[in-house]
């Protein structure tokens, strides 16, 4: 009964929708349709001589008229009514992001192909007949897409199969007679072919650089774990040199401590003794002048005199002229030298912190950024300079805020300070220079050298020690009158460019990079230097003789 049922439901079911026929209709060949689903078929090849019928491909030379059937009308209607069902139960229904079925009348079910001849789309069911008949042998099917008329020019309502090269876009065979005459064109599967290799070859190239950036991933994940020991490493080791520091200070505060109680005890233990002798000798004194003062009151003059002799002699005291050998200072001094060594460990520790901070920020992983190549790009590093009256020699009058210098015949009256050059007329500036920094300096008349320098470079002394590019702690730009030469550790080394008024000077500290540039309309590159920093650098200014005069521009 169930194979003779389903037998029955294929027969009275349309072989384009594959539901049960609506308002059935028989045409010649003796196949049955839905009226609707035979005619929206042949309306789609009406530019064809013919017709056919889609299930045996038999042809019409004249379309046939379409009649409804009514006796198998009233049968799909009695097995309706018996409970007959659809089969379209049995697969899934189209969803909001699906593309739908065109054929579907009831509820639509989910598109699996599209065809670009029929312009609509079929799911699984109604597909079959693509499939099963000839007359579908060359429609072009394509996956489901809710964009098929992208697939029809909307002009002609042609499929494009052309590719114009000349347009970049695909045409229909007719607007090759049209505008895109005498174009370069090419069938759409050939240029997918071409754009395939293409894609090939954009893949491997980006698989290439996949590989290439997961090694530089893989590569950066260990610098990360090194840099990450090598910190922890490096705060472990700070923490224990700290904590012996602390240690040694600990036990020079307790040996202090130790001494000065130790002291307190020998002193007070000389004082005590001191102490007990005089009062030994007062009580003897105190003797004394009772046996002095009943001798004043003897009445016999001849005893009187007879014992004057033996009560009236007194020994000297030895004591007393000790007591006041020196003023009673007592451990003041001590308090004043621990004073002087505290001064002097947070000199030198402010000191060396510039020194500790330095190695910390200097810690720089990934390669360096690229000197600018324009001025433009020099100025985002752009650093005002100004001079510390603290460095500069007795001959060089400062002015302008501290941006000018002037080689002067006569003295300034600058206090004496440590840090004052002495020996050459030259100063240092007020800020130290670390990462990247970019200033510049005039020199209307030359015999100037521009230079950078370590904050402790010799203030006076041996001359080398202290002149600007003459030692390993600066390194100068010679700038006379009408050539260049530079100048470090004592050895020159020739420059060549045309001399102009200002020098820029480009200093990449981490990098270890110092570069001078001549100035004008253009920059110059006059002389660059490669090496390793190990310190904070200061700019400097050396001059030669009386009237010479530099300045610090700031960068416009």
Same mark, same amino acid.
């Given at each position: 009964m169930e194979q003779t =049922?389903?037998? /029955?439901?294929?027969?009275?079911?349309? #072989?384009?929708?594959?539901?049960?026929?609506?308002?059935?209709?028989?045409?010649?060949?003796?196949?049955?349709?839905?009226?609707?689903?035979?005619?929206?078929?042949?309306?789609?090849?009406?530019?064809?001589?013919?017709?056919?019928?889609?299930?045996?491909?038999?042809?019409?030379?004249? &379309?046939?008229?379409?009649?409804?059937?009514?006796m198998l009308a009233d049968l799909v209607e009695e097995l309706k009514k018996a409970g007959l069902q659809t089969s379209s139960g049995d697969h899934c229904y189209a969803g909001p992001e699906d593309v739908a079925c065109d054929v579907c009348t009831d509820r639509k079910l989910k598109a699996i192909k599209c065809c670009l001849v029929c312009l609509a789309s079929y799911c699984e069911k109604h597909l079959k007949l693509h499939y099963e008949s000839p007359a579908f042998e060359k429609h072009k099917l394509v996956d489901p897409s809710e964009k098929l008329q992208q697939h029809i020019c909307s002009r002609h309502d042609e499929e494009m199969k052309v590719f114009c090269r000349t347009d970049q876009q695909s045409i229909c065979y007719l607007c090759l007679m049209d505008e895109h005459k005498g174009h370069e064109t090419v069938s759409v599967p050939a240029e997918r072919a071409e754009k395939q290799k293409e894609l090939e070859v954009s893949r491997q190239q980006i698989q290439q650089r996949i590989q290439d950036e997961e090694k530089d991933v893989k590569l950066l994940q260990q610098e990360v774990e090194a840099i990450n020991g090598s910190a922890d490493k490096a705060v472990e080791d700070s923490e224990k040199i700290f904590t012996e520091l602390i240690r040694l200070i600990q036990k020079r505060s307790s040996d202090v401590k130790q001494q000065i109680r130790s002291q307190q005890e020998t002193e007070v233990s000389r004082v005590k003794e001191l102490q007990e002798k005089l009062e030994q000798e007062i009580t003897e004194l105190k003797r004394k002048d009772g046996e002095l003062e009943q001798l004043s009151h003897t009445e016999d003059h001849n005893q009187f005199l007879h014992n004057y002799p033996s009560l009236s002699a007194l020994s000297e005291s030895t004591h007393s002229s000790s007591i006041n050998i020196r003023p009673l200072?007592?451990?003041?001094?001590?308090?004043?030298?621990? #004073?002087?060594?505290?001064?002097?460990?947070?000199?030198?520790?402010? =000191?060396?912190?510039?020194?500790?901070?330095?190695?910390?920020? =200097?810690?720089?992983?990934?390669?360096?950024?690229?000197?600018?190549?324009?001025?433009?790009?020099?100025?985002?590093?752009?650093?005002d300079i100004t001079l510390d009256p603290n460095t500069a020699h007795t001959h060089l009058l400062l002015f302008e805020g501290n941006k000018k210098a002037t080689y002067m015949k006569?003295?300034? #009256?600058?206090?004496?300070?440590?840090?004052?050059?002495?020996?050459?007329?030259?100063? /240092?500036? &007020?800020?130290?220079?670390?990462?990247?920094?970019?200033?510049?300096?005039?020199? &209307?008349?030359?015999?100037v050298r521009v230079a950078v320098a370590y904050k402790n470079i010799r203030r006076a002394g041996r001359l080398n020690e202290c002149l600007l590019g003459c030692n390993d702690k600066s390194w100068a730009l010679c700038c006379d009158k009408n050539s260049y030469t530079f100048w470090h550790n004592n050895v020159k080394t020739p420059v060549s460019g045309l001399h102009f008024f200002r020098v820029g000077v480009y200093l990449d500290h981490r990098a270890g990079i110092l570069s001078f540039y001549s100035i004008s309309e253009t920059m110059t590159l006059l002389h660059r230097v490669q090496t390793t920093f190990t310190q904070r650098l200061y700019a400097g200014l050396l001059f030669y003789s009386d009237g010479d005069t530099a300045k610090f521009n700031k960068p416009k």
């Open positions: =049922e389903a037998q /029955l439901e294929d027969s009275i079911s349309c #072989s384009i929708c594959l539901d049960l026929l609506k308002d059935p209709v028989t045409i010649p060949c003796g196949h049955s349709y839905c009226m609707n689903c035979i005619k929206t078929c042949w309306d789609r090849e009406d530019q064809k001589e013919t017709q056919s019928c889609p299930q045996c491909g038999h042809t019409f030379t004249l &379309r046939p008229a379409l009649v409804k059937n009514i200072r007592y451990f003041e001094d001590v308090t004043a030298a621990v #004073s002087e060594t505290r001064d002097k460990l947070q000199d030198i520790l402010t =000191e060396e912190w510039t020194n500790i901070s330095l190695a910390v920020t =200097e810690v720089d992983v990934l390669l360096p950024e690229p000197e600018p190549k324009s001025r433009d790009g020099f100025l985002k590093y752009s650093h006569h003295q300034q #009256s600058y206090p004496s300070h440590p840090d004052r050059f002495t020996a050459w007329h030259q100063v /240092l500036s &007020r800020e130290s220079l670390t990462g990247r920094c970019y200033w510049e300096v005039e020199s &209307r008349r030359g015999g």
